[in-house]
């Protein structure tokens, strides 16, 4: 059989299989296998290898789009030295995205700009290059979404949305109160998710404030009951990272006010 025949079979079976990066290599690998003469072993291991990689590539290029992060943050950027009350073992540790497989919820307090946002998109990468599905919005997206679906009466099926996640991060929880229907339905959201998935939430509001913020002493203890039964929490304090810039641009005069132009 001529070598254009077995090519073209080859290429037809590579195909079906769906080993698109080895289709797309198959040349290259063909010339440096001519050039190296590797052992058969050593040459499939290749091939598998660079199907696998690519393979992970597009599963974490997919993943990361459905996740919808507002933008492009990793543990590598975050300054743990500008942020020293930051539990960084703690943060290494919840990057392995073994609190997933334990659906267990990461809760992160601190007030506004200390990289509480840095850290939950960096930590949501971590945990889909881990093999998890991870979906991010803000607190105000997720009740607005879920009171349109009542009105619409597709309340179910958008709970059931927001229930699939392996890791659901919920940003910026306390900014604005809820009203009391809103609370409701972010009760039982979270009545959904407990233990079957883990819940990652930021918050500038202690949880002695909760009751203000669900607009609910009782409402608020029964979230915050379902969310820290099985919790890691996180606290940040210290300087905003945005005032932090603002002062080495000189925005802040000396006696504490804007700099005038």
Known sequence: MSSDLVAARLRDGLQRLHLGRVDEQLDALLATAARTQPTYLDFLDQVVSEELESKKRKRLSMQTQIAHFPTVKTLDDFDFKFQPTVDS????????????????????????????????????????????????????????????????????????????????????????????????????????????????????QAVTQWGHVFGDDVLATAILDRLLHHAHTLTISGESYRLKQKRKAGFFGGNGGAKQD
């Open 89 to 204: 073992k703690l943060v290494r540790e919840l990057a392995t995205g073994r609190f997933v497989s334990q659906a267990e919820n990461v809760l992160v307090f601190g007030p506004p700009g200390v990289g509480k946002t840095h850290l939950a998109i960096a930590l949501g990468r971590a945990v889909i290059e881990a093999g998890a599905g991870v979906l991010f919005t803000s607190a105000t997206e997720l009740i607005a979404s879920l009171a349109k679906a009542e009105t619409e009466g597709q309340l179910d099926a958008r709970l059931g949305f927001y229930a699939k996640p392996k890791l659901l991060i919920v940003d910026e929880l306390g900014y604005l109160p809820f009203e009391r229907r809103s609370a409701h339905l972010f009760f039982q959201l979270v009545a959904r998710r407990y233990e079957r998935t883990s819940t990652m939430l930021t918050t500038n």
